[in-house]
T-cell receptor
Framework: DAKTTQPTSMDCAEGRAANLPCNHSTISGNEYVYWYRQIHSQGPQYIIHGLKNNETNEMASLIITEDRKSSTLILPHATLRDTAVYYC????????????FGGGTRLMVKP | DGGITQSPKYLFRKEGQNVTLSCEQNLNHDAMYWYRQDPGQGLRLIYY???????QKGDIAEGYSVSREKKESFPLTVTSAQKNPTAFYLCASSISRGDGEQFFGPGTRLTVL
């Protein structure tokens, strides 16, 4: 699976949009981009995933560049409860492929 | 409510003792996973199981053992052979091994004294 690069930490003001970038320049054609988050001392939570097209659900939007070498997770109106570590994961669609959690981005939402 | 339960939340053991961590799910998922997380680090895969009576080693299986006698249950034993067992242990499940959407339990924090 392709490697991802994320900033170590980011801050965001409460109520503003949080834009979390992820680079995955070696992604291959059948690999999906997944996003999870982990609130302190809890289990990770699935947020969203996509292949080529932009995706949106009740939690977030995922914007994938046309060349698929990078993506951005957008939390449209960040709240204090969104403070967490956000993991960007690239995973092939083969059933044998596992999720590989790297260091992630620590997002701090501030009042 | 459907979900994954792990017990206990905190566990203390003396060095040299085996300890078994519980993981139960009522989501009717076929696949289950065990991860280890050290402070400030990402998750590392210990073992996974795609079906009852079958399991496979992950990236860091040494010093651990598992069983999958029931679909709902996937206990992890941390043996005395595991050199650095103190960590946060997370169990997860998914509909199948091919499904990238995994549901995680709350975790067990194991401290070996």
């Amino acid at each position: 699976d392709a490697k991802t690069t994320q900033p170590t930490s980011m801050d965001c003001a409460e109520g503003r949009a949080a834009n979390l970038p992820c680079n995955h320049s070696t992604i291959s054609g059948n690999e999906y981009v997944y996003w999870y988050r982990q609130i302190h001392s809890q289990g990770p939570q699935y947020i969203i995933h996509g292949l080529k097209n932009n995706e949106t659900n009740e939690m977030a939007s995922l914007i994938i560049t046309e060349d698929r070498k990078s993506s951005t997770l957008i939390l449209p109106h960040a709240t204090l409860r969104d403070t967490a570590v956000y993991y960007c994961i690239v995973r092939g669609d083969n059933a044998g492929n596992m999720l590989t959690f790297g260091g992630g981005t620590r997002l701090m939402v501030k009042p | 409510d459907g979900g994954i339960t792990q017990s206990p939340k905190y566990l203390f053991r003396k060095e040299g003792q085996n300890v078994t961590l519980s993981c139960e799910q009522n989501l009717n998922h076929d696949a289950m996973y065990w991860y280890r997380q050290d402070p400030g680090q990402g998750l590392r895969l210990i073992y996974y199981s795609q079906i009852v009576n079958d399991f496979q080693k992950g990236d860091i299986a040494e010093g651990y053992s598992v069983s999958r006698e029931k679909k709902e249950s996937f206990p992890l034993t941390v043996t005395s052979a595991q050199k650095n067992p103190t960590a946060f242990y997370l169990c997860a499940s998914s509909i199948s091994r091919g499904d990238g959407e995994q549901f995680f339990g709350p975790g067990t924090r194991l401290t070996v004294l």
